[in-house]
């Protein structure tokens, strides 16, 4: 074979190594080392053949596969012809057309896809992964320089497939990097080093039930009264949930014992969810009655601040520059839009996100399809995803195999406890992929979105000596006689009225308007309209003209979190249009 490659090189430009020790080292070596990898019995195409690499020599090797060598060039598949009939190969057959068209015909047909040096990482993906089985595998041989292709390919998995979550200490823009949360970047003569300073450390719980709620009220109490330290106006966001309450209660009862003003509150609406709310699995009531209850029994100044819809949509583009990315749709722009309400009067403000995630409050702490789902179970399902992009990029980037790896990854960065019982185990690694994924997101948004509009938001549930203890009291103490969270609730006794104590999980509110829908879907049918919208490189247009832009859907079953529905998805394809159009970039 190599003989009859550097013949034909002589008149036909087949490869630039012409030394013979260099062509088998180089070539046939090269390829070779794939030949464990090949499906026996199965059938491997090889994507921009070329000269016949990888795919003759692994023919050759594994005379049990069949081989197709697909070329665009005429007189390559002419050489590579000669070669098969030289050889005897009744397992390889050389086929001349373009990679484009012989996919038309050819969908999930092999096994194995197989390409060298042909490329660029992106476009070779688009090309070969349609035509590989479910199951199946595409090696894409590439030079050890390859390390920027690979990332092009996760950073648009990030978005589609991730988002509006992100991998700690990945980007999504070309060359950046973020730091990871309790770690820091030294700069010295060695160059640069990253140490980490804070981590979580899993340990047997050693304390009984009441000394453990002795020693949750005594943290959070004392977390919550640091945070009131401010020289300017202060207040709290209270939406007469068990989180927000439990710190309202906490600074009312300091700021009286300090002889001062009463505490002011704020709590969110929409105009006209009070006609359209809809209870959910995830929402199961309305915040309203619950904060004139817990209004009454603290005595703050309350007001409550309501977003009109119209606004919900042009402040879409403005959360995606606060954010740079684009986020939780309207639960973004609606909190700017409070934010920006509340920066009229105050400079910092307490919240109370993060104790679903510390206390294992959410729905996937206990529903088993959430809770045994062998992935994010804040998404459980891509479907909804992949329904709105393009089937042969959503093949190419391998979406659900990214998503997996990095669930896979964050599991394996878990600190594991010896000797914990299964079920156990599993509640401890949704603990942490809750605290490490699911938070950060609702962290970053709210500190974007709120110092975006000028106003300071403290989380006194984030304290990390709370999260350190919590972080190892057991789940039969956390969810004590089947109730979550029941541990928090005991440690406030005393602090709320007892059906403020027992008030069901109701995250952060949303519009129930259908005006939101409609103004959604009239927005993007324009950037639709428009054929020179960067989203057109993304989104299956027909499938979304005949699908969400048609119904939204179920406005109670989410693809993100416990909010995100079908009229988000919509506002979401809305930020990242903005977002590609704001930073100039293309897939």
């Excluded at 949509?313 to 409070?338: T, W």
């Excluded at 009291?473 to 029941?486: E, T, V």
Aim: contains cysteine.
């Amino acid at each position: 074979v190599c003989r009859l490659l550097l013949e034909k090189n002589k008149v036909m430009n087949l490869t630039a190594i012409t030394d013979p020790t260099e062509v088998v080292t180089r070539h046939f070596l090269d390829c070779a080392a794939l030949a464990p990898h090949m499906p026996q019995g199965g059938r491997v195409l090889d994507v921009g053949t070329g000269a016949g690499f990888p795919g003759m020599p692994l023919a050759i090797l594994c005379p049990q596969t069949e081989f197709v060598l697909l070329d665009a060039l005429r007189k390559r598949i002419d050489f590579l012809n000669e070669v098969i009939e030289v050889l005897g190969l009744t397992n390889v057959t050389a086929v001349h057309a373009r990679a484009e068209d012989f996919a038309k015909q050819n969908r999930a047909s092999f096994d194995m896809a197989v390409s060298r040096a042909v490329a660029d990482l992106r476009t070779l993906s688009e090309l070969a992964v349609p035509m590989v089985k479910t199951g199946g595998v595409f090696l894409a041989m590439k030079a050890a320089d390859c390390a920027e292709e690979v990332q092009g390919a996760a950073h648009a998995c990030e978005v589609l497939g991730i988002g509006p979550a992100r991998t700690g200490g990945a980007g999504v823009f070309e060359g950046v990097r973020e730091l990871k949360g309790g770690c820091q970047l030294m700069a010295g003569p060695e160059g640069l080093q990253i140490r980490r300073y804070w981590a979580l450390e899993s340990r047997p719980h050693e304390d009984g039930y009441e000394e453990t709620v002795e020693k949750v009220r005594h943290l959070l109490e004392g977390a919550i009264r640091r945070q009131l330290v401010s020289d300017v106006p202060l207040c709290t966001f209270l939406s007469g949930g068990l989180d927000s309450s439990i710190i309202t209660a906490v600074a009312a009862r300091a700021y009286q014992e300090q002889g001062r003003e009463p505490l002011e509150t704020y709590s969110f609406d929409y105009v006209g969810n009070r006609k359209h709310f809809k209870a959910s699995a995830f929402q199961p009531d309305a915040d309203a009655p619950w904060v004139k209850k817990a209004v009454r029994a603290l005595g703050t100044r309350h007001r409550v601040l309501r977003c009109d819809i119209p606004s919900l949509l042009q402040l879409l583009p403005e959360a995606v520059e606060a954010k740079d990315l684009p986020g939780m749709a309207d639960v973004d722009s609606s909190l700017l839009y409070f934010c920006r309400k509340v920066a009229e009067r105050h400079t910092v403000a307490l919240s109370g996100e993060c104790a679903d995630e510390v206390f294992g409050g959410y729905p996937w702490f206990e529903r088993s399809e959430l809770l045994e789902a062998d992935t994010f179970p804040w998404c459980p399902d891509l479907e909804f995803r992949r329904a709105v992009v393009k089937p042969e990029l959503w093949e190419s980037l391998q979406v659900e195999d990214y998503v997996q790896a990095r669930y896979q990854q964050s599991l394996a960065e878990m600190p594991a406890l010896p000797g914990e019982a299964l079920w156990e185990r599993r509640r401890r690694e949704v603990g942490w992929l809750s605290l490490n994924w699911f938070m950060s997101t609702l962290l970053d948004r709210k500190d974007r979105m709120s110092m975006a509009a000028g106003l300071e938001v403290r989380v006194p549930f984030c304290d990390h000596h709370l999260v350190e203890y919590v972080w190892n009291i057991p789940w039969a103490m956390k969810a004590m006689n089947g109730q979550r969270k029941q541990v928090l609730r005991d440690a406030a006794e005393g602090l709320l009225p007892e059906e403020l104590l027992r008030r069901p999980k109701s995250p952060y509110p949303k519009t129930h308007d259908p005006l939101y829908e409609q103004l959604v879907r009239a927005r993007l049918l324009t950037i639709l309209d428009d054929r020179d919208a960067p989203i057109h490189s993304l989104v299956d247009e027909t499938a979304l003209r005949a699908g969400l832009l048609s119904d939204a859907g179920d406005y109670g079953k989410p693809w993100f979190g416990q909010l995100m529905a079908g009229p988000q998805m919509l506002a979401y394809l809305i930020q990242i249009n903005e977002w590609m159009s704001r930073y100039h970039l293309t897939v």
